[in-house]
């Protein structure tokens, strides 16, 4: 959808947009609530801190950046074979104008706005217990200023893959109502740049041996942050919906019920194969799980029927622990907070079932294109900004502030002063 | 390895851009497509490879 085009918003719509907004940001809280129980109690605070600051430098970063190249009346083009191929917006830096444009582009630009603060959070996540904030939000900075708004432009904006359609005659365009690909898939394929930078955690992977198991501090808190999404997700699918699917108000609680239904398959499914695999279910990948089927409906919410939406939510949740274990045991990714997996691997399931579900001849192809965008050149382009800060910034702490705990080395203080420091919490 | 797994990755995606720029009918481009994303994995799975084998260097 062009957020400029002239046509009229119903007055209701715009209110139940910016309604559903205003909630959406409980889905970060969430989020940000699993980081820190998925990682060691001496890093917590550390953790929800960094949280905070990524969140407020990529709202910054956005505002007086990004937004340019997130939208505009007018697009950078080139032309191949014949056919204009927008890859980026040629709007205004620093919101000016803002106040003036139309109420869809007004909408628009707050539903960025959350998506980034969401995008650059997820990455956060994987460098748990090593992570510098400073570094971190350098990495946001990139991310929210030029990364974000080029996807969301092709996604969201006038951009290739959205015309993908009409220029092409591949179904609708790449179809992402719910920002699986904008947030989720770039934050998780951010996620997998930050572990394979920042290293695995001091003694995660001996030379020998199986890796070693370094459980999450504080499992309410991780459930918890579950629900907690699962508000926020509601309320982002149906401004989703609203938005960029061109969905009536009358017809948003199918979205809603299918994104309720998603994660509940989700999490029936990995409960029922940790169960099956280590005899009793297992609580983070339990929250790996319905993480997982509510990214997959961000995908897919929007467009697929309720029972649809369930059996993609059951493959999204069967795929999580077996992947999870994949990176860590065998592939040698240590991502504490399960990212890449509920992210990016979850994302790009989503995107692949709401072609697999559409009736629209091409919508298959187009989403595989969008999915070959986010592979072959986001994942790269990521890595490589990243790699850069690093060598200027960074990513990991040294080996006596991972030993210290980033709270005490970071912030100069714990997050839980009064707890007893546990030998297997200890440094190994 | 890891830059070179890396670098084949764009050239993955440039096999899409190009099956669905050259090719009109939904066959060829789906074939090409899918070709690209093989080889964007291949790229993932070299520089996935190379990160396994700095395991225990941390």
Redesign the interface.
Same mark, same amino acid.
């Given at each position: 959808m062009d957020p400029y085009a002239a046509l009229p918003l119903p007055q209701s719509a715009f209110v139940l947009g910016l309604c559903l907004l205003l909630v959406a940001p409980l889905a970060i809280a969430g989020v940000a609530l699993i980081n820190a129980g998925l990682g060691r109690s001496r890093s917590a605070a550390q953790s929800l801190l960094g949280s905070l600051v990524l969140v407020a430098v990529a709202i910054i970063a956005f505002a007086i950046v990004g937004v340019a190249f997130g939208y505009g009346e007018t697009g950078y083009t080139f032309s191949?074979?014949g056919?204009p191929w927008d890859w980026i917006g040629a709007g205004s830096f620093a919101l000016s104008g803002f106040s003036a444009g139309t109420v869809q582009y007004q909408l628009a630009t707050l539903f960025e706005f959350i998506s980034v603060a969401f995008a650059v959070l997820i990455a956060w996540g994987s460098g748990a217990d090593r992570f510098r904030i400073l570094a971190g939000a350098a990495a946001a900075c990139i991310l929210a200023a030029f990364v974000f708004p080029m996807l969301a432009y092709w996604v969201w904006g006038a951009g290739w893959l959205a015309q993908?359609g009409f220029n092409?005659t591949?179904g609708d365009g790449f179809l992402d109502p719910g920002g699986a690909s904008t947030v989720h898939v770039l934050g998780g394929l951010s996620a997998l740049a930050v572990a394979?930078i920042a290293?695995?955690?001091?003694g995660?992977?001996?030379?020998?041996g199986l890796s070693t198991a370094m459980p999450g501090h504080n499992a309410v808190y991780v459930l918890f942050g579950c629900l907690l999404a699962l508000v926020g997700w509601l309320a982002w699918n149906m401004a989703g919906a609203l938005m960029w699917a061109d969905l009536p108000p009358t017809e948003l609680t199918v979205t809603a019920i299918n994104t309720l239904l998603s994660a509940s398959g989700a999490v029936a499914a990995t409960f029922t194969v940790t169960r099956v695999r280590f005899g009793k279910p297992d609580a983070s990948l339990c929250a790996n799980g319905w993480l997982a089927g509510l990214v997959t409906s961000s995908a897919c919410a929007a467009i697929v029927s309720p029972m649809q939406a369930l059996l993609a939510g059951m493959v999204a949740g069967l795929i999580t622990p077996l992947l999870v274990e994949l990176l860590e045991l065998?592939?040698?990714?240590d991502d504490p907070s399960g990212a890449i997996t509920v992210h990016a691997a979850s994302g790009i399931w989503g995107l692949v079932a709401a072609g697999l579900f559409s009736s629209q001849?091409?919508q298959f192809?187009a989403q !595989?294109?969008g999915?070959?965008?986010l *592979?072959? !050149?986001i994942?790269?382009l990521v890595? *490589?900004l990243f790699w850069l800060v690093n060598l200027v910034l960074p990513f990991r702490v040294d080996a006596d502030g991972e030993r210290i705990g980033m709270d005490l080395h970071e912030l100069g203080g714990n997050a839980y002063p009064e707890f007893v420091v546990h030998r297997d919490d200890s440094y190994r | 390895m890891k830059t070179a797994g890396l670098l084949v990755m764009p050239a993955g995606f440039f096999l899409v851009v190009a099956a669905i720029a050259l090719f009109s009918s939904l066959t060829m481009r789906s074939i090409f497509v899918l070709c690209g994303l093989a080889v964007e994995c291949l790229g993932l799975g070299i520089a996935v490879r190379s990160h396994m084998a700095a395991r225990g260097e941390n």
């Open positions: 191949i074979a056919k993908l092409f591949l394979w290293g695995p955690r001091k995660k992977f001996p030379k020998e065998f592939l040698s990714i001849q091409g192809l !595989l294109v999915i070959a965008a *592979l072959g !050149l994942l790269p890595y *490589l | -």
